[in-house]
């Protein structure tokens, strides 16, 4: 059986209170977010569509392209995401903020195609909390049901609703790809970035976040104190980390290590390595604790 | 000759010893690693020892290999423990067969003080107070900067 055609949601619905302006028409590198999260978002699904709420049907930077009104006011994220699977609930959606200025097509490619329709949506774990992200995850039309009953009971997380239902979890290939802004600072440092990324590189950098290549599947082991704080012995992940410095930043953020990383050293494939050295698909990468042996 | 091992079950010396005798050497020494009970002014009831494996055995070999270039010794030969230890249990075994006395103490203390500090092997203690540690691992960690901590995002975003 074929997964239902998957058609694309942009949320912006939302009134940005801690920014005090309309998120969806915050620029980086003269696009708007909402230009920006379309522009990724249309050539991979069947067809976009913008979410709006009742007052915004004739905001012409919504309009300008096919929208989905909420049919309840005042939920939230999970308010648009109902909508869109009532309008058409035989095709999966993939859901996406418009507030993620360092989404790339990639992450979106790596969703699209590790999804599991079978379950209620797909989702990528948080970075930062190892919870599911709503904002950025396709949901199964199945989950239409699942989310009238948490409105039922009038519970309105989607993130909660992620994570008390079957939903197949993927580790981010690139672990800062859903960092979110909702600060003027935030906005600011976000805007730096990526104008000067736009500047000084090709059209891509438009799109993609600073450290960006292609994806390395790498093996990882872990020992001793890091073992216990990651809480696993081995893992395997999909990066764009090209060296094991690359990498252990990555892990760091995404497994909560606290060692830094001048008390480790490195080995690739069971030999001490070097950090700065690029790493191959394939490679399995340990990065050794203080030793105590004797 | 030089061998590096590791094991999961007592360590026995005299095995171990055996493996050094040549008729070329007149000397004999060795070093025996004990589990002791206080470390750093708390008191230790058990430890753990963990070792990435491969490269624990393959920079072992390497430090014999070159404790015997070095001090010119006949053979060397270290055994370590991994998994649960008790109090006063054999952690560590290290012995060198050389012509004369004094390279094979030095061979000796060379080895083990490299072992210490180079091989892939990790040291868990227990404590009385029912604390726990990695040797050498904790002050790090409590000494290094945290990682930037993001908000996750915000459940009103959208």
Redesign the interface.
């Known amino acids: 059986m074929s997964a239902p055609k998957l058609y694309g949601l942009v949320l912006t619905g939302g009134r940005s209170r801690r920014m005090q302006r309309d998120k969806a028409a915050l620029e980086y590198a003269g696009k708007s977010q909402l230009a920006r999260a379309m522009d990724l978002l249309t050539p991979l699904v069947a067809r976009s569509f913008v979410s709006v709420r009742s007052d915004q049907l004739h905001d012409p930077q919504r309009t300008a392209y096919d929208t989905i009104a909420d049919i309840r006011q005042d939920l939230g994220p999970i308010g648009g995401i109902h909508a869109a699977l009532h309008a058409y609930p035989e095709h999966g959606w993939l859901i996406l903020a418009c507030d993620l200025p360092f989404l790339d097509r990639g992450t979106l490619q790596y969703l699209i195609a590790h999804r599991a329709s079978g379950r209620v949506a797909t989702a990528y774990r948080s970075s930062f909390d190892g919870q599911p992200e709503p904002l950025c995850a396709i949901f199964e039309p199945r989950s239409r049901e699942i989310i009238e009953q948490s409105l039922a009971r009038g519970q309105q997380c989607p993130r909660a609703l992620l994570a008390r239902n079957d939903v197949e979890l993927l580790d981010l290939p690139n672990a800062r790809a859903l960092d979110n802004i909702n600060t003027g600072e935030e906005y600011a440092a976000a805007q730096a970035t990526l104008d000067g990324a736009a500047a000084s590189s090709s059209p891509a950098a438009l799109s993609s976040p600073p450290a960006t290549g292609a994806l390395r599947r790498l093996n990882v082991r872990y020992f001793a104190l890091l073992r216990e704080q990651a809480g696993r012995s081995t893992e395997q992940i999909e990066t764009q980390a090209s060296t094991p410095r690359e990498l252990y930043d990555e892990l760091r953020r995404r497994r909560g290590l606290t060692l830094a990383p001048e008390f480790l050293r490195v080995a690739v494939n069971d030999e001490f390595g070097d950090w700065r050295s690029p790493l191959s698909d394939g490679d399995t990468v340990v990065f050794l604790p203080p030793v105590a042996g004797g | 000759m030089n061998h590096f091992s590791l094991h999961d079950i007592d360590l026995q010396p005299e095995l171990l010893r055996r493996q050094l005798q040549d008729p070329a050497c007149g000397g004999y020494a060795a070093f025996e690693?004990w589990v002791r009970d206080y470390n750093d002014g708390r008191t230790v009831l058990r430890l753990e020892?963990?070792?990435?494996a491969?490269?624990?055995v393959?920079?072992g070999e390497r430090i014999l290999t070159e404790a015997r270039q070095k001090f010119g010794v006949a053979r060397a030969r270290c055994a370590?423990r991994v998994g649960p230890l008790a109090i006063g249990e054999l952690?560590?075994w290290v012995g060198v067969s050389a012509a004369h006395r004094g390279e094979a103490f030095d061979a000796c203390r060379y080895i083990?003080d490299e072992?210490?500090?180079?091989?892939?092997?990790?040291?868990?203690e227990y404590y009385q107070d029912g604390d726990s540690g990695?040797?050498?691992?904790?002050r790090?960690?409590a000494?290094?900067?945290?990682?930037?901590?993001?908000?996750?995002?915000?459940?009103?975003?959208?």
Request: with cysteine.
């Open positions: 690693g020892y963990e070792a990435f491969p490269l624990a393959r920079e370590h952690a560590v083990i072992v210490k500090h180079r091989v892939p092997i990790w040291k868990k990695w040797v050498n691992c904790e790090c960690a000494a290094a900067p945290q990682p930037h901590q993001h908000q996750p995002h915000a459940h009103g975003a959208g």
